[in-house]
């Protein structure tokens, strides 16, 4: 199942959870690559170790762990890199149902994270800008013209009344009258 999959997996066996993986985990280990198969998991990741010991322990205890978006910062390339995965470990079992090892499930989210931040910060700054311009402005949506925005110059025209949310007709009935 591991090894025919396009989603990184590792499975981590025994008293040292030696790591075995597929090809799509190599990505996962970057540069540390070349050696890490069927070495202890806390010597391949020792840079992060001390984050996912406790869900090493969780998942070696029985208890299934996922994690979306988290933050790791990785130095799998021989550098630190502020990476983030959302992954999971699940319990493998062997033929006395002992807990044995673990299946890590994984996804680098790093890259739609760092896009989400970037659009995030955009936002803001266009939000900052929005509210600071000299002339008045509104955002409206949709086909019954609904309030998102509304800049301060914007607000002092039509009396501070409130329209977010609302469709224009019910926020400004007397322009409906008029027509608008």
Same mark, same amino acid.
Not at 129 to 152: E, I, K, W
């Given at each position: 199942?591991?090894?025919?999959?396009?989603?990184?997996?590792?499975?981590?066996?025994?008293?040292?959870?030696?790591?075995?993986?597929?090809?799509?985990?190599?990505?996962?280990?970057?540069?540390?690559?070349?050696?890490?198969?069927?070495?202890?998991?806390?010597?391949?990741?020792?840079?992060?170790?001390?984050?996912?010991?406790?869900?090493?322990?969780?998942?070696?205890?029985?208890?299934?762990?996922?994690?979306?978006?988290?933050?790791?910062?990785?130095?799998?390339?021989?550098?630190?890199?502020?990476?983030?995965?959302?992954?999971?470990?699940?319990?493998?079992?062997?033929?006395?149902?002992?807990?044995?090892?673990?299946?890590?499930?994984?996804?680098?989210?790093?890259?739609?994270?760092?896009?989400?931040? /970037? =659009?995030?910060?955009?936002?803001?700054? !266009? @939000?900052?800008?929005?509210?600071? %311009?000299?002339?008045?402005? #509104?955002?409206?949506?949709?086909?019954?013209?609904?309030?998102?925005?509304?800049?301060?110059?914007?607000? /002092? =025209?039509?009396?501070?009344?409130?329209? !977010? @949310?609302?469709?224009?007709?019910? %926020?400004?009935?007397?322009? #409906?009258?008029?027509?608008?």
């Amino acid at each position: 199942l591991m090894l025919e999959s396009r989603f990184a997996m590792c499975l981590c066996w025994g008293p040292e959870l030696t790591l075995f993986y597929n090809d799509a985990y190599m990505r996962v280990l970057g540069a540390k690559e070349p050696g890490a198969l069927g070495q202890p998991l806390a010597v391949i990741w020792s840079d992060v170790w001390e984050d996912i010991r406790p869900l090493v322990d969780s998942v070696m205890s029985g208890t299934a762990t996922m994690q979306e978006d988290m933050p790791l910062t990785m130095l799998r390339n021989g550098y630190p890199e502020e990476t983030f995965f959302t992954f999971s470990y699940t319990p493998v079992r062997d033929e006395d149902g002992g807990i044995a090892g673990f299946l890590n499930v994984t996804t680098d989210v790093t890259r739609r994270v760092q896009n989400e931040r /970037r =659009l995030s910060a955009d936002v803001a700054q !266009l @939000g900052r800008m929005f509210d600071q %311009a000299p002339s008045f402005m #509104a955002m409206l949506t949709g086909p019954d013209h609904v309030f998102r925005y509304a800049n301060p110059a914007y607000m /002092r =025209l039509i009396g501070a009344r409130d329209v !977010l @949310g609302k469709p224009a007709a019910e %926020a400004l009935p007397e322009a #409906a009258q008029q027509g608008y």
